[in-house]
């Protein structure tokens, strides 16, 4: 079965810095693409970031551009967020998503099948 | 950027009832829509993809259409477990959009 499984998040300071992981299991990890999705308390769903399988396409949401960055390291089936200048509007459950990867033109985020149950990050002072 | 604008933000209804649910493009998108079931303190599952396509165990009472700028997502007879918040998403090429959801509570 397919499974994804954030770690990382907790409590810090506006301006701090914070590394999410997302370790994966259960299928052919280099062969997908990966999404980070976010969630402020009470609040809709956030695409905050793509990367593809090879790491050669990323791409970010304008309100975390410049102070995100993913990367992946496909030999240990992981994706990580570094997360920097963190403010109170980045607070939120942060989940890792699978990409389906639809065939259709241009790259980047299609539909997201797999899901972590992700974690939480809280910018306060 | 595409937005999507999605109504109602809260529907009423009961075991049985069929229910629609609608998100309109600021900009045709092809059928580059999926639609998500969440209940809360869990994380979204895909229910929907490229308009149409149901996700593979999902029941059959849900079903989705449109293209260019309207999509639904229909759930017929109702179930307990249905009720929960629903979201669109628009993928881009280099992003995604998310709707503001729809909570279906129980009338």
């Known amino acids: 079965e397919a499974q994804l499984v954030e770690s990382g998040g907790g409590l810090v300071k506006p301006g701090g810095s914070l590394r999410l992981s997302c370790a994966a299991s259960g299928f052919d990890f280099n062969t997908y693409h990966l999404n980070w999705v976010r969630q402020a308390p009470g609040k809709g769903l956030e695409w905050v970031s793509y990367?593809?399988?090879?790491?050669?396409?990323?791409y970010y949401a304008d309100s975390v551009k410049g102070r995100f960055t993913s990367s992946r390291d496909n030999a240990k089936y992981s994706v990580f967020l570094q997360m920097s200048s963190l403010r109170a509007e980045d607070t939120g459950v942060y989940f890792c998503?699978?990409?389906?990867?639809?065939?259709?033109?241009?790259?980047?985020?299609?539909?997201?099948?797999?899901w972590g149950q992700g974690t939480t990050v809280t910018v306060s002072s | 950027d595409i937005q999507m604008t999605q109504s109602p933000s809260t529907l009423s209804a009961s075991v049985g009832d069929r229910v629609t649910i609608t998100c309109r493009a600021s900009?045709?998108?092809?059928?580059?829509v999926a639609w998500y079931q969440q209940k809360p303190g869990k994380a979204p599952k895909v229910l929907i993809y490229?308009?149409?396509n149901l996700e593979s165990g999902v029941p059959s009472r849900f079903s989705g259409s449109g293209s260019g700028t309207e999509f639904t997502l229909t759930i017929n007879s109702l179930q307990p477990d249905d009720f929960a918040t629903y979201y669109c998403?628009?993928?881009?090429?280099?992003?995604?959009?998310f709707g503001q959801g729809t909570k279906l509570e129980i009338k």
């Open positions: 900009q045709s998108i092809y059928r580059w």
């Open positions: 998503a699978r990409d389906r990867g639809e065939v259709r033109p241009g790259t980047g985020t299609t539909s997201m099948d797999v």
């Open positions: 990367i593809s399988s090879s790491s050669s396409y990323i």
């Open positions: 490229k308009a149409s």
């Open positions: 998403q628009h993928y881009n090429t280099y992003s995604a959009t």
